[in-house]
């Protein structure tokens, strides 16, 4: 079974400018969640998708944050214009149920560094 | 408000020298607790999920176990290749956000 797929793993940035992230899910995993990992910190819920459905974005800065989930499978996370408190890591992951039981899997993750 | 803390925030081992990390955590309702690990520059890997108190899993040299406010990671005669970053993380019933605590980075020392 394929895993989460990520692109670009790595990014370098000047402040003001933009980037984007894109992120293939697990085959048939409805459930598709991008993290920010700041060094030193635990993953930080961005936005959550359920199939191409907004489940939660609460904690996403929607004045530089944007995120879309086309037909249900890949998503794309944008930011524009970056400023240096972004520079972290953008983890995508997705999810099953089966049952009771979920299960999060998660890509290898897109380093952006911000100068 | 859900919230994770792991401890200790570092830790380091002798080889074989056994140790716990601690999660504890406050959430309306517990779906479920989940143990990742994650390696520098990757993305965390799962290891194990918790359902109930009392539930305990084991896999290697790792066993997890739960209560109502707390979960521990238990390493039995750890080696150096289990050092890593080790994050906890809540699901609440009422939604699907995983939460996750700060991890509990660990250095086994040959």
């Known amino acids: 079974e394929a895993g989460v797929a990520q692109s670009p793993r790595y990014k370098i940035i000047e402040k003001r400018q933009s980037v984007a992230f894109w992120c293939n899910p697990i085959?048939?995993?409805?459930?598709l969640y991008w993290y920010q990992q700041i060094l030193g910190q635990g993953p930080k819920l961005l936005i959550q998708?359920?199939?191409?459905?907004?489940?939660?974005d609460s904690q996403l800065p929607k004045d530089r944050f944007s995120a879309e989930r086309l037909k249900g499978v890949d998503s794309t996370l944008k930011i524009q214009p970056a400023k240096l408190e972004d520079s972290a890591v953008y983890l995508c992951?997705?999810?099953?149920?089966?049952?009771?039981?979920?299960?999060?899997?998660f890509g290898e993750g897109s380093r952006l560094t911000v100068l | 408000e859900d919230q994770v803390t792991q401890s200790p925030e570092a830790l380091r081992l002798q080889e074989g020298e056994s140790s716990s990390l601690n999660c504890s955590y406050t959430?309306?309702?517990?779906?479920?607790l989940f143990w990742y690990r994650q390696d520098p520059g990757k993305g965390p890997e799962f290891l194990f999920t918790?359902?109930?108190a009392g539930e305990e899993k084991e896999k290697e040299r790792l066993k997890a176990t739960l209560t109502k406010k707390e979960s521990f990671l238990h390493i039995t005669a750890p080696k150096p290749e289990d050092s890593a970053t080790y994050l906890c993380?809540?699901?609440?019933?009422?939604?699907?956000?995983?939460?996750f605590g700060t991890g509990t980075s660990l250095t086994v020392i040959p």
């Open positions: 085959s048939g995993h409805a459930t």
């Open positions: 993380a809540v699901q609440a019933r009422s939604g699907n956000q995983f939460y």
């Open positions: 918790l359902y109930s």
């Open positions: 959430v309306s309702g517990l779906r479920g």
């Open positions: 992951a997705s999810s099953r149920t089966s049952g009771r039981k979920w299960e999060l899997f």
């Open positions: 998708f359920q199939n191409n459905g907004v489940v939660d």
